[in-house]
């Protein structure tokens, strides 16, 4: 695979940035990779494992002469680092980010940039529930979507070679607007973990059921909820937070199903139950045929330890 | 491994009991084991894949002379299915189960056993998305927990047979008493997959989120939401309406904790969801040093197709 860009800077050094460098470094994609994380223990544990060519002690000197920044940091301090990037970009060079809420991050980043820089928000629809420096892997993108939410009038050549940077990844690409974008992800991303979050808290306080039980007996249903609510707090929080309104009308909708649901069983209603249960199957082989899974009947065992 | 029983006879052949057909052929639990199903179908299945040493026309066929009965059906049935086979069990036989809900079972089969028979209620806590008798796999009750729910006088030595197979077929073996069982399983399995069901309903009803989108983007928490929504309609409607009492109460909390977080989306109280989303976190690590999952980065990735 041929090289896209000659540096690539990585701003905040978790999960997503530290595969993101692996998957370039597997596929030959950048020249020199330069990292910055805010926290000392980042970056000495991105030196320690060679993860960036070089680990610079401030972002601007991670962006100096970038041709592409990479925003990895949460949502929520997406704007805070533009500014304080904005100063040391080369001119020409485009700035991208890892986010997975578009309308919110291009109010806060778009007004910091100079003219002449390219700013191309993405979303790379991949993680898993760990993160920091050491939980990345070049894999990680394989096979997956990674979203470029461009705003109008960007430049077609900065978005041709976003686009291949992300496919030598591995992923798929697509382009789609910001605000679609924030819903489409709302229903298949952030409900489902504020309702994963929620399941796994009542259990933590319902104390006539003792934490040792729900952990021991969590084998259906259960277990997939904590694998959901084990992902970064600090992350989801901004996620919550600056995708408030698409998130709550999809709660909203979510709780207004959920009562009639409960209805249905308190009233005895079989047909209900039976009829919504097996509209909802049709979904989950259509994810299986779309090869976003797989439908191995041992999913998920073949690690268990013993 | 030694014989446990010398003839047992599955009734119902679906993913539990071609499991437990596998299981016990891998362990040389038992002599012979004969089957019957309901459908015609499923039978002809049965005869086709070897599933059973001898497949049976009549649930009476099938229980005659078998030392273990063991009824696979879905827990709305359980009643029907005992009164059926009664006339027709072997003295000093034991009946045991597989349902998921235990109260409800124990009620509506026990009134139905003769004196002599052995009822050991017991739940293997272990599925996955698929049903049939073509689902079924002989690992699939490796260190999964299978809980048995004695009643109250109930014979030792048969306790410790049904363990004994259990034991032998990959499982860990605990007893319990059926209303605690009940309010468990709500907590780890019943809640979490009403809410899965409802979750997948709702992105299906989102008209302005096309189902392709849904399918395409889902690869973080809603992919874990289908996974959950595609088990069985007809055993999961008999699961809710037979552990009615015990779902609807955590649904009860489940949506209480739900709207005290939507809230704090609301008013942007991040302190508030940081500080759950923390706590929750603790839970998952419970879970993978329990061995009830694994924490592989690439969970469920390598069986892609692409």
Known sequence: MAQVYDRVALIGLGLIASSLFWAMKR?????????????????????????CDRVCDSAAEAVKGADLVVLCVPVGVMGAVAAEIAPHLAPGATVTDVGSVKADV??????????????????PLAGTEHSGPRSGFAELFDNRWCLLVPVEGTDKDAIARLRALWEGAGANVEEMDAEHHDLVLAVTSHAPHLIAYTMVGVADD?????????????????????????SDPTMWRDVFLTNKDATLEILGRFTEELFALQRAIRTGDGDHLHAYFTRTRAIRRGIIEAGQDTDAPDFGRGARKS
Chains 1, 2 share one sequence.
Do not use: C, M, N
Not at 35 to 50: K, L, V
Not at 107 to 120: R, S, T, Y
Not at 208 to 214: A, F, G, H, I, Y
């Open 27 to 51: 596929g030959g994609l950048a020249g020199e990779v330069t990292g910055y994380a805010r926290s000392d223990e980042t970056r000495a544990t991105a030196r320690e494992i060679g993860l």
């Open 106 to 123: 291009i109010a806060q980043v778009g007004p910091h940039l100079p003219e002449g820089v390219h700013f191309i928000p993405a979303h």
């Open 206 to 230: 319902l104390r006539r059921v003792t934490d040792s039980e729900v952990i021991k007996y969590s084998a259906a249903g259960f277990r997939d909820f904590t694998r959901i609510a084990a």
